[in-house]
């Protein structure tokens, strides 16, 4: 189908080129280029009277971006670039893994890249709780109304579920959620767990289909279980259940203390000692696993001291640990250790200067 413009160029080319139109007197073809320039204006004035309408209909606004904008589709989605700090409690604040800010971007799903201009990059986001059984994976493209199916509300009687900063505004397509807590725990819900979900908020994007995003499933507390929180990184002196896999009053925990385990640099001294007698105190029940994400959460308390380790036998099962200082700290007798009488870990000094280790 020709545009107005090929139809107008076409009657041009024909004034030009006709060997009619070229014998007519001067007058005769200058009466015709007054008309051509009549047609012209006509037609820029058509093409301003559809931009207006296309501003002011959004019927025809959809219309044009369907039978022009073809092959410049936009798949924008939201995505959270930052994972939650767990465990989490109600009444505390919901942090980034590591204690740090929550953010999510705008990103466009063909390139991977963020959306920073046009007026999607400035739109506002509402904070949603979700079920934590919506399992769709992201690359999975659910429906606006699958993600409204699963949004979860407060129980009867119960205070607003998420509190706080429910709206994120998108600055250049990257925003940052604020002060966000939950004031009930995840226990009575269908599937026992919880998500964090945004969305579009309201009055924003109303053509655009933006899909939403979500983060992992996790569970949510209620704060009077902060007594038993994990500490990331632990202390040395920290009671050894704030380590992970380590349950307070729990069958681990207790089997630790019977073998005169009680903080984490006790379970570190043991580890650095034999490791494999470490394992055997705890039994069948640490599997692999659960085992690797014990040690590395206690690899990562910070001890200041260096510590040096002799064996009186050859099979590792009696012997000495000192320090720099070639202070005793403490005996291995059939592969466990104890800390020496004299020592005191938790200031880290000795009762008696006189008691030294080995010169």
Known sequence: MHSMEDTVQELKDAIIHSPHLASCTGLAVENVQQRMHSIEDTVQKLKEAVKLAIIHSPHLARA?????????VRNLQLQLQTKLSLPLYTANKLEGDGGGDIYVDLIDANTREVFTSGPESSIKLDVVVLEG???????????????????????EGKRTLLIGDLLVTLKGGVGKLGNLMFTDNSSWNRSKSFRIGLKVASGYCGNARIRQAKTEAFVVREHRGESYKKHYPPASDDDIWRLEKIAKDGKLHKK??????????????????????LRKILGKSIIPKKWDILVDHA????????????????????????????????????????????????????????????G
């Not at 059984?133 to 129980?155: A, G, S």
């Not at 070639?326 to 020592?343: H, P, R």
């Open 133 to 155: 059984d919506f399992d769709k994976d992201d690359e999975d493209n659910w429906t606006q109304e699958e993600f409204e199916n699963h949004v979860v509300k407060q129980r």
């Open 299 to 358: 690899k990562t308390c910070k001890i200041d001291q260096k510590l040096y380790l002799y064996y009186s036998d050859g099979m590792r099962k009696h012997g000495a640990v000192f320090n720099t200082n070639k202070q005793l700290i403490g005996l291995i007798k059939d592969g466990i250790f104890s800390y020496s009488s004299t020592y005191c870990p938790r200031e880290g000094t000795w009762r008696y200067n006189h008691e030294k280790g080995l």
């Open 256 to 277: 630790l203390c019977e073998a005169g385990i009680h903080k984490v640099e006790d379970f570190l001294l043991q580890l650095f000692i034999d490791s494999e007698k």
């Open 64 to 72: 044009n971006a369907n039978s022009t904008g073809r092959n410049d």
